[in-house]
């Protein structure tokens, strides 16, 4: 009887010892934060952009570079594979790997923010609230997108039900390595509409001291209008593009009469490149810091001379070559290098080194870039009026692109594009032209039409556009463009063709980092 | 009065019990002499017959069926001399503690139990027997001490943690640290620093000790807790082991006062014992660097280091209006005879900036006691000039132990201890190791040790020379830039002990202890590192001196000093406060004759908070009233470069434990003995699952000497005893990995501007629900056996372990957001032997010769490692986990011979011969196959072998240690390119000189100024040479650590001098290297060359004085 009591007591006070001491260990070991206040969410939603870009392999993946390798070394065993279109095995800043971690460590942060959000009473509990639940779909939705549109197959109607997609993430991940499933790409875009539309409602303005770093409504529209572009309903694009641009689109592109004054010359790159990505531009909608050398291997640096956006390319293909609206009369005039590389670039993303230590020299090389400009925005729109039909708005503005970039002041019209197309051949690896065979996903092109002449000239506008941005890479998924592995000889012309990827070649989706496919993340095909 | 109709009773019952039957019952009580204690579980046996009997917790005693004709018991007491007397009905027996025996009490910290009855691995030293003189931190005399343990002493600087394991490593990321029980409480570091950072030399190692603020007079004896049944009582925070330390307390009777002083002189090191190269032999060498293109005027003249020739062309340039003159005459007899001179110099800087100095401590303690207090208390001081310039440190402790019989029952015991530390050392910076070169560097280093080894012997030491294109001399440097450390540590504890009915003690413990220290960088006005922020003399040292700014806002500014005054002033603090609490209750019941219980059980919370402010402030002028004189450029440099202003840290520890653990013993010969503890922690986060573990232990013992059948053997078996365990016991694992739940901490990002800066919160790491403790299991096999009497006594133990659930990275998908990841993936396992011998020779009345050796062999293998490491992590420093290889492997790049241009070849991760094709980052898995093993930086073979004589007052111990299998990276001494303060070992003199040397040297060339040229990353190469299968040595060594005569003066002196005692010893230690390999060329194989504020164990002659009063 008596132990009876005594086990009783016993069992008691350890239950009792038990629940005491757990709120004794609930202290917290570390000055870890908790996001309890609308403050903190505003804050911790500011993390959910990545800071390693895709723009760098994107480039070198798409036909904007050429191997100069004969006279030109400056290289690297992770510039080799990329340009290879090989699979990646060394990790930097700017690998698949890097990519893929850092887009999801954004979608982690606006994933727990939304958590956060939720516990704090919704969106309901104030506009503040409201405007970051926003800003974290956007944010969502955004690096989804950057991701499926890297490692998988284009969007199309036909085979995106069935192509590999990527997993979407709505929720943060609590375990150490839990299993996925990729999904289907269709389903991926089907999410990333939801997300976007449910951020476009609340997004707004008022949180932010530096909104260019934030996604703000007029960055919303255009990447809205970009998304609705790849997701093939083009109505919305130009509903977002509208939004965007509002009534006088003149006002919202580059100021590149600015640029055309701004120092020419070597050390003087660096205050026009900064301009380049100034907030106080307009056209700059939303910026993104990236550890990325893109500022050195995109300028006039020796980094990755072997693979060069070179004259060759230049003069027949893009930005020095005849385009429908004339010839290389662009304000902010491309800078050539010849000599230590053959390289024509425009200087757009800056280089700058982070110090560390300063001793040792060693640090990190920076850059900023648009992720999302008017510019882009305005031939979003004046591509899905093609899809439309409606070539004569898709002129205006072709036109008005046109008139802020260069110093033409020729008009274009469908007529004199299809004029211009119908004398130029289809472009050859050794005979290069400034029109190539595109076979869009979304529906067959018939050539020497006038809707192909539309397409070829939008084509060629976006490419000169994202020169050094990574754009063309998704042009030429989008498009259906072939494209091709060139190594120059001591001339700089076409020497011999290494390699071909046609439109159906797997790697159009760049494959995984090894790292995740070693973590059991089904791989793509090859 | 009740006592005496007690033992009337007694008596009377006993005459009954006589008048019955042939036998007859004994009583008695066995005690010590020395305290009066009861001798718990001693054995009585009834000479010549089988019968015996064990006493209880009060030392009583019963044996029935004595037959009448037996005349003497044997008392036998583990750690007590055997005695023989008479039988009477009711005993009173006194035994004399044997300390030639191992002691016979094990102290777990919580508890104290007979050793006969303990299970585990344990081994216990008095510290008289440990203490090495004239080392202050006691942890450091461990050395050789134990089996199972090895002490190596990474830096000898006081403060610094010597790095201890038991019985090796248990953790990947862990630090693998034993955890310091000091007087029943739980010693908590005040900033954690990693298995790594302790070689590292950097400041922070200066408070990696736990214990150097206890003065080592003050400790009464180790003991060192090795396998999972000794310390499963600590569960979750035992796998790396436990030393428990006891200190000193009063006796009943016996009031003292000692006085203990010891002086010890330590020597300077000599450059006959390192292979440095004269200054004869190193202006050879410049005179070939000149000829290769380098030290020529154009770009040494300006260069950011420089010597003699820098010197030289500076002096060529000084022109002195007064005289005329240039202060060096541009003719090649001036410059010839200039560099003559340098030639003839052969500067000691060994003997210029070290010292001889004696470093004293005193120490008073006063002892005594009564029935109802016991008292113990000390004060000393340790004044250490410094053995090195800038290394002063003054130590202050006192240390008070009182005890207290309230009532017969009820008892309580205050500690209370306090020390005070200055302390000065060179000033340092971290250091930084370069992944992409491989280089290992420290900026503005002027630790001496590494000065005097790398610097040229040519320079002068009374001049200034260049550095970071300021002016430079070390003994300038040393008085302008220094760190000042206090160090304060206080505890207090009090102990209630109850004991309300016989067989049951409760006892509550509270403690609190509170450390504070305080770092001070003083960089003076003056100091090179000062100077360097403002040199821009000639507009090209403007345009490179990396410490210039240039403002990014204006594209056409010049370079210009954020430091234009004052020199720069860095403060850390780190406060440590804590608190514990322990409430326990034990009860020890013997049943009928054979059985005997004892049962503990409690519980226990411990906090901690730690608090940890750095700050750096600019332009303190030092030589101007100290005022803060400071340009708002080095806000807007460091606001750019997102560095930091000033850091603050908070990190709280709280832990929460219940603990039982019961040992059944019967008759004294078959124990069992088993544990449970239950640990929470909230390291692991807030998630009430992941932060319990349950740890337990079953574990038994036979006392075969007590078996009858042995008994026949004695004395040449008296000891024999056979124990095993089996246990799981865990750690938290690194602190930095506790993310159980989401991390989110903050940041602020990177902008190109300071004008668009904002603060973010950002998940620092994302959640882990299934982070647990790391864990180990570990099978102990193992007997103890004395021989003729007790004169042999062997020791011996096998053990097995299984560490799982240890931290390491695995790759995950990475759709979280992180494709690396800190998790409970890997696994080590281990197994290893060790053994104790000591033997007493030869013992005869006047003289005396015993012998000790001690061996531990210990093999690990990491057995699961998800994933591998850079290059650079593998080849550098202390190595690193691969699995199947040791934890801390070190594997080195394959050297393939010098090419015909005297470069070094080696292999690669393709498979080529290449030069400079090193990829010291690359972590690919598949591509690390090339890099060759070349051993453990962990000793495997460890022990010691020691010889003591005594000669009537005189003792001679002479004490060697030694450390087998591991390897040492030889210091990283090839560059690309040397400069005029480079100093050379003399391998340089085999050095590739012209074709065809290839075939015969493996030393490189010195590459000349066009191989610089045209291998345009000759560093790689140098860097991969110094990481290559050619630089690694064997860190085998025999050290001859002790030698020492002491001499206790005869009582008839002292008597007439007023003392009870005096003693004299002089002793030696680390006197030399027995064996070594000869590639270390003088280098101490257990310490780490890294600068900063690391210098070696000196050689050292310390005598003591002892006084009692």
């Known amino acids: 009887m008596k132990t009876f009591k005594i086990s009783y007591i016993l069992a008691a006070t350890v239950i009792f010892g038990l629940s005491a001491c757990n709120k004794f260990l609930d202290t917290t070991p570390d000055n870890r934060a908790t996001v309890d206040s609308e403050e903190k969410v505003i804050s911790l939603v500011g993390s959910a952009y990545s800071e390693n870009d895709h723009i760098l392999i994107a480039e070198f993946y798409s036909d904007n570079v050429d191997n100069y390798g004969v006279q030109y070394t400056g290289t690297s065993r992770f510039f080799d594979s990329i340009y290879q279109w090989s699979e990646l095995q060394e990790s930097n800043n700017e690998s698949t790997e890097r990519i893929w971690g850092s887009y999801y460590s954004a979608i982690a942060a606006a994933n727990q923010a939304i958590i956060a959000i939720d516990e704090l009473g919704g969106p309901e509990r104030s506009t503040a609230m409201s405007q970051a639940l926003g800003e974290a779909y956007l944010c969502r939705a955004y690096s989804h997108f950057i991701l499926v549109n890297m490692f998988c197959l284009q969007y199309n109607k036909k085979t995106s039900t069935t192509d590999l997609g990527i997993p979407y993430m709505t929720k943060p991940e609590t375990t150490l390595a839990p299993q996925y499933e990729r999904g289907n790409v269709a389903a991926v875009y089907a999410q990333i509409e939801e997300d976007l539309e449910k951020g476009l409602a609340l997004v707004g303005d008022d949180n932010y001291t530096v909104p260019k770093y934030h996604f703000n409504k007029l960055a919303a529209y255009a990447f809205a209008a970009r998304f609705y572009l790849f997701y093939e309903k083009y109505d919305l694009v130009i509903k977002y593009a509208d939004m965007c641009l509002g009534s006088s689109p003149a006002t919202m592109l580059r100021d590149y009469d600015v640029l055309a004054t701004m120092p020419n010359g070597s050390p003087q790159q660096q205050p026009t490149t900064l301009h380049y990505v100034d907030p106080s531009v307009n056209a700059n909608l939303l910026l993104f810091t990236a550890f990325s050398v893109m500022g050195q291997a995109f300028g006039a640096y020796g980094t990755a001379s072997m693979y060069s956006h070179g004259s060759y390319l230049a003069t027949y293909e893009d930005c020095q070559a005849a385009q429908p609206w004339g010839t290389s009369a662009y304000k902010d005039a491309p800078s050539v290098y010849t000599g230590s590389m053959d390289r024509v670039i425009f200087w757009r993303c800056p280089r700058i080194f982070q110090y560390t230590d300063p001793v040792a020299g060693i640090g990190y090389v920076r850059t900023v870039y648009p992720a999302l400009s008017t510019d882009e925005c305005l031939l979003n729109r004046a591509e899905a009026y093609v899809h439309l039909g409606d070539y004569n708005k898709a002129c205006d503005d072709l036109n008005l692109w046109v008139h802020n970039c260069n110093k033409t002041k020729d008009v274009m019209t469908p007529e004199s594009i299809k004029a211009f197309y119908d004398k130029v051949d289809y472009w050859e690896w050794n005979k290069a032209t400034v029109k190539k065979h595109i076979n869009p996903v979304f529906g067959a092109v018939e050539e020497g039409s006038q809707e192909e002449a539309m397409y070829q000239c939008i084509v060629a506008a976006k490419r000169i556009e994202s020169l050094g941005l990574g754009q063309r890479w998704f042009d030429v998924k989008r498009f259906g463009i072939e494209i091709h592995r060139r190594s120059m000889n001591m001339a700089g012309k076409p020497e011999t063709l290494t390699d071909s990827m046609p439109i159906d070649d797997p790697r159009r989706a760049m494959q995984l980092p090894v790292r995740v496919i070693a973590a059991g993340i089904t791989p793509n095909p090859r | ?1109």
């Open chain 2, 1 to 1109: 009065m009740s006592k005496k109709i007690c033992m009337v009773l007694v008596f009377l019952l006993t005459m009954a019990g006589m008048l019955s039957a042939q036998t007859r019952t004994v009583k008695g009580n066995v005690v010590f002499s020395e305290d009066g204690q009861p001798a718990i579980g001693a054995y009585v046996s009834v000479e010549g017959t089988k019968i015996g009997g064990i006493t209880d917790v009060d030392g009583n005693f019963q044996i029935t069926g004595v037959p009448a004709s037996a005349k003497f018991v044997v008392v036998t007491y583990l750690g007590a001399k055997e005695k023989k007397v008479a039988i009477a009905d009711v005993m009173k027996i006194i035994v004399e503690p044997d300390s030639e025996v191992l002691e016979g009490v094990v102290v777990t910290g919580m508890q104290k139990m007979d050793k006969r009855m303990f299970t585990g691995s344990a081994t216990k030293i008095s510290a008289n027997d440990a203490k090495l003189d004239g080392m202050a931190d006691i942890s450091r005399s461990l050395e050789g001490k134990v089996a199972g343990v090895s002490v190596q002493n990474v830096s000898g600087t006081f403060g610094t943690a010597p790095k201890i394991r038991v019985r090796g490593s248990t953790s990947i990321y862990g630090s693998s640290k034993p955890l310091w029980v000091v007087d029943g409480v739980i010693m908590e570091d005040v900033v954690e620093v990693s298995a790594e950072d302790l070689s590292s030399g950097d400041a922070n190692t200066l408070i990696s000790s736990a214990i150097a603020g206890l003065n080592s007079d003050d400790i009464e004896s180790f003991d060192i807790l090795k396998d999972g049944s000794a310390t499963s009582i600590y569960g979750a925070r035992a796998m790396a082991g436990v030393i428990v330390v006891t200190t000193k307390k009063g006796r009943a009777g016996q009031n003292h006062i000692t006085y203990n002083g010891e002086y010890t002189m330590r020597l300077k090191p000599m450059y006959s014992t390192f292979n440095i190269m004269n200054s004869q032999d190193q202006m050879g060498i410049y005179q070939e660097l000149q000829q290769k293109g380098w030290l020529n005027y154009a770009h040494t003249s300006t260069a950011s280091d420089s010597g003699v020739y820098g010197k030289m062309y500076q002096l060529l340039s000084q022109y002195d209006p007064s005289t005329g003159k240039f202060a060096l005459a541009n003719t090649p007899e001036a410059k010839a005879e200039y560099l003559r001179a340098a030639e003839y110099r052969n500067t000691d800087w060994f003997d210029r900036l070290f010292s001889t100095a004696i470093q004293h401590t005193h120490s008073v303690s006063i002892s005594g006691g009564s029935d109802k207090t016991n008292y113990y208390a000390s004060m000393s001081i340790m004044d250490d000039p410094g053995w090195t310039n800038q290394s002063k440190v003054q130590r202050y402790t006192a240390n008070m132990n009182l005890t207290y019989k309230i009532f017969s029952n009820l008892s309580l015991n205050l500690i209370s201890n306090a020390s005070y530390r200055k302390q000065k050392a060179p000033g340092t910076l971290s250091s930084s190791i370069n992944a992409v070169t491989g280089e290992v560097k420290r900026d503005f280093d002027i630790n001496p040790y590494s000065y005097a080894l790398n610097t040229s012997r040519t320079l002068d030491p009374d001049e200034f020379y260049t550095r970071n294109y300021a002016p430079f001399n070390i003994m300038y440097e040393l008085d302008n830039n220094y760190l000042d450390l206090d160090v304060f540590n206080f505890r207090n504890q009090a102990e209630l002990k109850y004991t309300p009915i016989k067989k049951v003690e409760l006892s509550a413990l509270a403690s609190v202890k509170y450390s504070q220290t305080t770092r001070e960088h003083n960089v003076l006005d003056n100091s090179n590192q000062a100077l360097a922020y403002r040199e821009m003399s000639t507009s090209t040292i403007r345009n490179s001196n990396p410490f210039l700014y240039t403002d990014p806002d204006n594209p056409y500014s010049l370079p210009e000093t954020v430091l234009p005054h004052g020199g720069i002033f860095q403060r850390t603090d780190n406060k440590m406060y804590g608190w514990d609490f322990r409430a326990t209750a034990s009860y020890n019941d013997q049943f009928g004759e054979d059985h005997m219980l004892n049962l503990y059980g409690g519980m226990e919370v411990n906090s901690v908070d730690r608090h940890a402010v750095w700050f750096r402030g600019w332009g303190m002028q030092y030589d101007m009233g100290e005022i803060a004189n400071y340009n708002y450029l080095v806000f807007k440099k460091s606001s750019e470069d997102g560095a930091d202003y000033y850091t603050m840290g908070n990190s709280r520890e709280r832990r929460a434990a219940f603990f039982g653990t019961g040992t059944y013993s019967f008759k004294g010969r078959y124990i069992v003995n088993g544990t449970v503890r239950y640990e929470g922690s909230n390291r692991l986060g807030k998630s009430r699952t992941a932060r319990w573990l349950p740890t337990w232990n079953v574990s038994g013992r036979w006392n075969a000497h007590d078996e009858p059948f042995m008994k026949s053997l004695y004395p040449y078996v008296s000891h024999f005893a056979l124990k095993a365990s089996y246990s799981l016991t865990g750690e938290s694992g690194p602190s930095w990995v506790n993310n159980s739940e989401v991390k989110i901490s903050s940041e602020i990002p990177w902008r190109p501007s300071s004008g668009l800066r904002e603060s973010h919160l950002y998940i620092a790491s994302l959640a882990n629900e299934d982070l647990t403790f790391e864990k180990k299991h570990e099978l102990n096999i193992g007997f103890e056996s004395g021989f003729f009497d007790n004169r042999i006594n062997f020791a011996f133990d096998w053990y097995k372990r299984n560490n799982f659930d240890l931290i390491g990275l695995t790759n995950t998908p990475g759709v979280g957001g992180e494709v690396r990841k800190y998790g409970n993936i890997a696994s080590m396992k281990s197994n290893g032997v060790e053994l104790s011998l000591t033997t007493t020779n030869i013992k005869t009345k006047d003289f005396s010769w015993s012998t000790n050796f001690i061996y531990s062999h210990t093999k690990n293998e990491v057995t699961d490692l998800l994933t591998s490491q850079r290059v650079i992590d593998l080849i550098s420093g202390t190595g690193f986990a691969q699995e199947g290889y040791p934890n801390h492997s070190i594997f080195s790049i394959p050297f393939k011979g010098l090419n015909s241009e005297g470069l070094p070849t080696f292999l690669n991760e393709s498979g080529n011969v290449t030069v400079t094709d090193i990829n010291f980052q690359n972590s690919d898995p598949d591509k690390l196959g090339f890099l060759e093993y070349s051993g453990t930086s962990e000793p495997t073979d460890v022990g010691s072998f020691g010889n003591t004589f005594k000669f009537k007052r005189f003792t001679l111990n002479v004490f060697m240690t030694y450390s087998f299998g591991n390897v040492i990276r030889l210091d990283p001494v090839f560059k690309n390119s040397y400069s005029d303060l480079s100093s050379m070992p003399k391998e340089f003199k085999n050095r590739w000189v012209v074709p065809g040397d290839e075939n015969t040297t493996t030393v490189p060339v010195i590459a000349s100024r066009w191989q610089n040229k045209k291998y345009t990353s000759l560093s790689y190469a140098y860097n991969a040479y110094n990481y290559s299968t050619e630089r690694i040595a064997s860190g085998d060594f025999i050290r001859m650590k002790e030698i020492s005569l002491s001499y206790e003066l005869p009582s008839k002196i002292v008597k007439a001098m007023k003392m009870n005692s005096m003693s004299l010893k002089l002793q030696a230690t680390n006197l030399f290297l027995v064996y070594a390999d000869k590639k270390l060329n003088g280098q101490d194989p257990e310490f780490f060359n890294t600068g900063g504020v690391a210098v070696p164990v000196p050689k050292q002659f310390t005598l003591t004085l002892k006084l009692g009063l």
